[in-house]
């Protein structure tokens, strides 16, 4: 079946630091790949997303890179602020053959990201 | 614009005792409903999605059970709470072309005791 695996957690990182959560999946059919954030207390929020190999979603001065070969979706930023401090979860919705669509998202486990200042 | 709605926010029952939980969709029509459950320092895992009115699939079992009255009104319920079905409780929906980006709301923690 089709399954996300991110990086354990928590990240703990200084303001200003590169950031580098590692995803990969498994999946039949044709994935989408997403990135959603979850500040503390609150809902999910989509952060980016890629719909085919080689795109790159880009949002908030944060990039993932959609890499077939490697089945990976990878969330990077250059400098992260105390702001970003949240859990980050990596999701795929797989387009079977045919075009028919699951419309069921499945997620990682979440990493938990904390930076001080 | 398109909103996404849920109450209660926060939730504390006895273990035992009924549950209905009310997610409701603004600015879109035949959407995509989902009920997810996150526990504790955990992921999110799928509970139920609809794809119209009284249709609804589940995926796993549980001590839970959903209904959707209206388009865009989706109900989780429960005849009696068990001390496992303590969590944080999110709706979402999505337009149902292609493998869509799916838009959630800002979630119900239950507490059971």
């Known amino acids: 079946g089709d399954s996300v695996t991110q990086m354990e957690g928590p990240v703990t990182l200084s303001e200003e630091a590169f950031l580098t959560i590692n995803c990969t999946y498994t999946?039949?059919?044709?994935?989408?790949l997403f990135w959603y954030v979850q500040y503390p207390g609150e809902g999910l929020q989509l952060l980016l997303k890629a719909t085919k190999a080689d795109d790159k979603g880009s949002n908030k001065g944060f990039e993932a890179t959609y890499r077939k070969e490697t089945t990976s979706f990878h969330l990077e930023k250059g400098s992260v602020q105390v702001s970003d401090s949240a859990v980050y979860f990596c999701?795929?919705?797989?387009?079977?053959?045919?075009?028919?669509?699951?419309?069921?998202?499945?997620f990682g486990q979440g990493t938990i990201l904390t930076v001080h200042p | 614009s398109q909103t996404i709605h849920q109450w209660p926010a926060t939730l504390v029952q006895p273990v035992g005792s009924p549950l209905s939980l009310e997610c409701t969709v603004e600015g879109t029509s035949n959407p995509n409903l989902y009920w997810y459950r996150q526990a504790a320092g955990r992921g999110l895992q799928l509970l139920f999605y609809s794809v119209g009115i009284g249709q609804i699939s589940s995926e796993v079992p549980q001590n839970l059970s959903a209904s959707r009255p209206q388009d865009r009104q989706f109900i989780l319920s429960s005849k009696k709470l068990l001390l496992s079905d303590s969590g944080f409780y999110l709706c979402?929906?999505?337009?149902?072309?292609?493998?869509?980006?799916?838009?959630f709301g800002p979630g119900t923690r239950l507490l059971v005791l």
């Open positions: 999946a039949t059919g044709y994935p989408s």
């Open positions: 979402a929906w999505s337009v149902k072309a292609g493998a869509e980006t799916q838009y």
């Open positions: 999701a795929l919705s797989v387009v079977g053959a045919g075009g028919t669509s699951y419309g069921k998202l499945t």
